[in-house]
């Protein structure tokens, strides 16, 4: 973990090309990584689905490489395909449908 530079009192985890994690849901892989920003691979199994979560301090941009799934962003739910985009920051979660 790193402070951040806009925010003393804030953290931030530190990524590395290569690392990765096996989750309940699926798994992801960070692809690069730099001080202000990183790229992931993010594959979830069919029927799973990632937590609802809240991000004061990042953006965030999907684009669905693979696949059919339901993206929730706020109070909107989005059915999302093959080279669908998302843009994102607040409350957030997503399922592979």
């Known amino acids: 973990m790193t402070h951040s530079k806009e925010d003393p009192n804030l953290t931030q985890k530190v990524y ?13 892989k960070v692809v690069e990584a730099a001080p202000n920003f990183t790229l992931k691979t993010i594959e979830v199994n069919p ?3 990632l937590s609802l979560q809240y991000h004061n301090h990042r953006s965030e ?10 993206v929730t962003i706020g109070g909107d739910t989005l059915r ?6 998302v843009n994102r920051s607040g409350f957030a ?5």
Do not use: C, F, L, Y
């Not at 941009?61 to 339901?70: Q, S, Y």
């Not at 999302?80 to 985009?85: A, E, L, N, R, Y």
């Open 93 to 97: 979660g997503g399922s592979n449908s």
């Open 80 to 85: 999302v395909d093959t080279g669908s985009h």
């Open 47 to 49: 029927g799973q689905r």
């Open 16 to 28: 590395q090309a290569g690392q990765s994690d096996d989750r309940p849901w699926g798994r992801w």
């Open 61 to 70: 941009h999907w684009v669905v490489v693979a696949g059919k799934g339901i």
